[in-house]
């Protein structure tokens, strides 16, 4: 139980372009589903935090006109990087935190990777 | 943002050998949670710790909460090759809408056989 997935896995795209990355939980529904980004040999950074059916909270120096999210369901949300340039690319990686029970953890998808030429 | 102190940055042991890191804070978490990543894929949960003290294990891995809420440790108990990748500290304050994590800065251990 407790499996996200992502799409796609990776994706290579010309600066300017957008590109969509879809998180879902497989077995179970997310209240809440966070979005996160990892440069090589760091650590996770969140970027924002996605409520089914309200706006995403975005953290500090994180523009939200850059990267769109869209939480339509509980078991899917979208980050999308609007005018993609060589300096986004990087490792892309949501979360989610199951409605069900009173535990906090959360499950995480296994990433995508976004390079940007 | 925020981030924990996690020790050491990297470990290199020989298969067999126990194995000990930890990260501290200077605020106070409510849940702390331990993850394991490998290359190019995202973070494994390990153990969740949700009290203050609690010592928890999973197999050969064993965590605690320490008491003032600040720290927490996790014990790896007779290594093998594929304990090798980078394990997360992360810290969770919880309650309400506040479930987000603040991640340690990865340990990254390596077993030689």
């Known amino acids: 139980g407790a499996v996200v997935s992502q799409h796609p896995s990776r994706v290579i795209c010309k600066s300017g372009t957008s590109v969509k990355i879809e998180c879902r939980s497989l077995?179970?529904?997310?209240?809440?589903m966070f979005w996160y980004r990892q440069f090589p040999k760091q650590s996770l950074m969140l970027m924002a935090t996605s409520n089914e059916g309200s706006k995403a909270t975005y953290e500090q120096g994180v523009e939200k006109d850059k990267f769109l999210i869209n939480h339509a369901s509980l078991t899917l949300s979208t980050l999308t990087v609007t005018s993609a340039h060589p300096e986004d690319s990087s490792f892309y990686i949501c979360?989610?935190?199951?409605?069900?029970?009173?535990?906090?953890?959360?499950?995480f998808g296994p990433g995508t990777r976004l390079t940007v030429l | 943002g925020q981030q924990l102190n996690q020790s050491p940055q990297s470990m290199f042991i020989q298969e067999g050998e126990d194995v000990s890191m930890n990260c501290t804070s200077s605020s106070i978490f409510n849940t702390w949670l331990w993850y394991k990543q490998d290359p190019g894929e995202g973070p494994v949960l390990l153990i969740a710790?949700?009290?203050?003290?609690e010592l928890t294990s999973n197999g050969r891995l064993t965590a605690q909460f320490g008491i003032t809420r600040k720290d927490s440790f996790l014990n790896i108990s007779a290594s093998i090759p594929s304990d090798v990748g980078i394990y997360f500290c992360?810290?969770?304050?919880?309650?309400?809408?506040?479930?987000?994590?603040?991640f340690g800065k990865g340990t990254l251990l390596t077993v030689n056989p």
């Open positions: 077995d179970f529904q997310a209240t809440t």
């Open positions: 992360a810290g969770q304050l919880g309650g309400g809408s506040n479930y987000k994590l603040t």
């Open positions: 710790l949700y009290k203050a003290g």
């Open positions: 979360s989610a935190k199951p409605l069900a029970g009173s535990y906090n953890e959360q499950f």
